[in-house]
């Protein structure tokens, strides 16, 4: 096993759980000894005790291999606080309201930082009666293109997906529309504020 399963983040979360090396080792069937080794470093937990592992301090088997404690601060699921992760290998575009640790196709997904516009990522927002009609003047090649455009309003978020040889456009409703998202498969996220 890497170690990416380090013994400082069993120990801590161990010693958070209040558990003895002891009491740890009964929970998922080995010897206290085989804990005092992953704690120092000189043995790993063997793959077929990840699961129990996690079960015991508590934390998803995700959190235990990224060795971070997930804390997330926006407990009042705050939608203008919107996370987008999207996958390398298969194009999966997963959002979440806050602090998490996502996985896609064995992957760990970093957050995306949303980027400010540039010349060659313009978005271009026209007022439709009650709609946003959103278009990007940008290739739309299998092989570069815009993933997705996505409205985040305070109490939600609409995303459409894109696809290559289609087009870079799609319509929103105005209403609560805060921040305009899109993602080039290359040059990654940008946001675009939406002034009423």
């Known amino acids: 096993m890497n170690q990416y399963v380090t013994g400082a983040m069993i120990k801590r979360l161990r010693e958070n759980n209040k558990l003895t090396q002891l009491q740890l080792a009964d929970a998922v069937g080995v010897s206290d000894k085989a804990v005092s080794k992953w704690e120092t470093g000189r043995g790993y937990p063997d793959i077929s005790l990840v699961e129990p592992l996690a079960a015991a301090l508590g934390v998803s088997v995700i959190e235990l291999f990224s060795g971070e404690d997930v804390s997330n601060t926006n407990i009042a699921a705050n939608m203008l606080r919107t996370k987008f992760h999207v996958c390398p290998i298969c194009g999966n575009v997963i959002v979440s309201t806050g602090e ?37 003047p940008h290739e739309m090649t299998k092989t570069h293109y815009i993933s997705f455009i996505a409205a985040v309003k305070d109490d939600g978020c609409e995303l459409i997906k894109l696809y290559p040889e289609g087009s870079a456009e799609a319509r929103f409703k105005i209403s609560r529309t805060k921040y305009l998202y899109y993602y080039c498969n290359r040059h990654g996220l940008f946001r675009t504020r939406i002034r009423p």
């Open 100 to 136: 998490a640790i996502v996985s896609c196709c064995g992957v760990v997904l970093p957050i995306l930082e949303a980027e400010p516009e540039d010349e060659a990522h313009r978005l271009t927002v026209e007022r439709v009666e009650d709609e946003y009609f959103v278009s990007v």
